[in-house]
T-cell receptor, first 117, second 113 residues
Framework: EPEVTQTPSHQVTQMGQEVILRCVPI?????FYWYRQILGQKVEFLVS????????KSEIFDDQFSVERPDGSNFTLKIRSTKLEDSAMYFC???????????????FGQGTRLTVV | LAKTTQPISMDSYEGQEVNITCSHN???????ITWYQQFPSQGPRFIIQ???TKVTNEVASLFIPADRKSSTLSLPRVSLSDTAVYYC??????????????FGGGTRLMVKP
């Protein structure tokens, strides 16, 4: 079964450093997403990406964050100047172009656990 | 996106049927109801999606009354491995390239032996 792949599985970084979280979405998918989940809390939407541009972003996704699809296969989330409160699981998801009558499920990766110290 | 309300937690025993109800009073005409499952330290996983009446697949059934203001996820004969958080989401999956997945708090299901 095709899957969304995220690397690394765990990243520890010092406060103030920049991190790049990487995702390889499923190959025929056109919509890409980043979500985060602080320990013990709900899954929060960060950003969606379609047709090589951001289609929607949440209040969380401020100037500290950026996304990129540099080579047609990877989808990255960059966090500049990390803060302690950025510590969370970050999930990448992707889905196909939905067609009426089809399930529109999003496929999630296993996540990257980011720990800012 | 319509807001959803689910019980925070539920307990069950192996072999029982579990029904988790979700309220979505402000559901819009084009909205579908989708359920995801999440195990600890894993990404959410799609379970089932429906628009009205009843949908069944190999793992669950989804019951949606005529007014669509609520829905019920039914898990037949649960096992210990069904212990997870279950999320009900409501949104239009076809006309929005943006965020179609707004997660609420979910229902934490604990299956006991």
């Amino acid at each position: 079964e095709p899957e969304v792949t995220q690397t690394p599985s765990h990243q520890v970084t010092q406060m103030g450093q920049e991190v790049i979280l990487r995702c390889v979405p499923i190959s025929n998918h056109l919509y890409f997403y980043w979500y985060r989940q602080i320990l013990g809390q709900k899954v929060e939407f960060l950003v969606s990406f379609y047709n090589n541009e951001i289609s929607e972003k949440s209040e969380i996704f401020d100037d500290q964050f950026s996304v990129e699809r540099p080579d047609g296969s990877n989808f990255t989330l960059k966090i500049r100047s990390t803060k302690l409160e950025d510590s969370a699981m970050y999930f990448c998801a992707s889905r196909v172009q939905p067609a009426t009558g089809m399930n529109t499920e999003a496929f999630f990766g296993q996540g990257t656990r980011l720990t800012v110290v | 996106l319509a807001k959803t309300t689910q019980p925070i937690s539920m307990d069950s025993y192996e072999g029982q049927e579990v029904n988790i109800t979700c309220s979505h009073n402000n559901i819009a005409t084009n909205d579908y109801i989708t359920w995801y499952q999440q195990f600890p330290s894993q990404g959410p996983r799609f379970i089932i999606q429906g628009y009205k009446t009843k949908v069944t697949n190999e793992v669950a059934s989804l019951f949606i009354p005529a007014d669509r203001k609520s829905s019920t996820l039914s898990l037949p004969r649960v096992s210990l491995s069904d212990t997870a958080v279950y999320y009900c989401l409501v949104g239009d999956p076809y006309n929005n390239a943006g965020n179609m997945l707004t997660f609420g708090g979910g229902t934490r299901l604990m299956v006991k032996p």
